[in-house]
């Protein structure tokens, strides 16, 4: 039940309804992205300084490629979350700060789809 | 607007910095500097979309002294924002709330980046890395 006052509820914005969700799925994503981190070190060590054959011979194998795309997934979707948090605490004009979370936002999903289609690519051209 | 005029709590600089405080404000930075570094990893891996002239050209930028100094921080900062994202994860689970634990752990975070980015980088420049 709403024990606000309808003046009360009009004047003061109060919560937005969203921030158990975007807590929850900061977490989630934090928790795929610790181990799949250090494996992406661990294997980016491999292929530093490599040639095309040697990183695509590494990213054709099913098991690099679906934890590279959990990867991706979970590091853009962790990242956009993040990044939403310090525009929203440091950002003070709102239509400033609406546009440079939809800009974040739309720029990790461009991002994401670019880097899975990619490894598909090298993947399914090996 | 009934919030024009309220007053802001005192921010930053009126506070000495603390063990809590510098090592909060490192995860901050390091998350934000890993959201900027998400630009060159999509270089990287679209280039590799791309096909080998692409990949290769782009494996000599993340090569170049400048790539590997950036690189470098981008280890120092995964590291750094893992471990300490961890730490978070136990005050979640209402673990580890005590002064000296939040200071102790604190310099846990701090120690494990160092080490471990250190041995990254030996296992990578003396090229013994894995696979």
Redesign the interface.
Known sequence: MDMRSHLGRARGPGSTDNGVEHWISERFSAIALAPLSLWFIYSALGFAGADYATFQAWQSQPGNVILMILFLLAMFQHGQLGLTVVFEDYIQPVWLKNISVAIVKYTALLFCVACIFSVLRVAFTA | M?SSNRPLSPHLQVYRPQITSVVSIIH?IC??S??FG??L??YW????????AA??RA?AV??SWLGQLIMFGF?FA??YH?AN??R??AW?LGLGFEMTAVNKTGMMVVAFSLIMTGL?WY??LSGS???
């Not at chain 2, 891996?45 to 080998?52: D, K």
Request: no cysteine; net charge negative.
């Open positions: 009934a901050r998350g934000v890993l959201m998400t630009v990893f999509t891996l679209t280039s590799a979309g791309y096909g080998p990949f290769e494996q993340m090569g280890t995964l590291y893992t994202g961890l978070h994860m979640d990254t296992v990578a890395g894995g696979l």
